[in-house]
């Protein structure tokens, strides 16, 4: 099982930022997708899930991105996005992404991508 991480960089206060997470070796489908972030000295924490609720797509977002975040998935290409507008620099960390299998294994992590807001 591989993840894919990318679109991570450095951009100033305001702008904007799109991360991919390919994955691939996962049978029987995902069910969560998500994003963390981990900036240094603290805890990783959930910026943004999605999950397979059948014919639609359930998504949650962590109070302090949401109407800034947007996540999306592309069940064919098994690839999760984070467009990421109105960046702050407390945006700035490692940003992981996690899937969770409909098996029931993982869940699986990507191995981070840096987001870097300037000020």
């Known amino acids: 099982v591989q993840l894919q991480a990318s679109g991570g960089g450095l951009v100033q206060t305001g702008g904007s930022l799109t991360l991919s997470c390919a994955t691939s070796g996962i049978e029987f489908g995902i069910r969560t997708m998500g994003w963390y972030r981990q900036a240094p000295g603290k805890q990783r924490e959930p910026v943004a899930t999605i999950t397979n609720a059948g014919s639609a797509n359930y998504a949650t977002y962590a109070d302090s991105v949401k109407g800034r975040f947007t996540i999306s998935r592309d069940k064919a290409k098994n690839t999760v996005y984070l467009q990421m507008d109105s960046l702050k620099p407390d945006d700035t960390a490692v940003y992981y992404c996690?899937?969770?299998?409909?098996?029931?294994?993982?869940?699986?992590w990507g191995q981070g991508t840096q987001v870097t807001v300037s000020s």
């Open positions: 996690n899937a969770s299998p409909f098996s029931g294994e993982g869940p699986y």
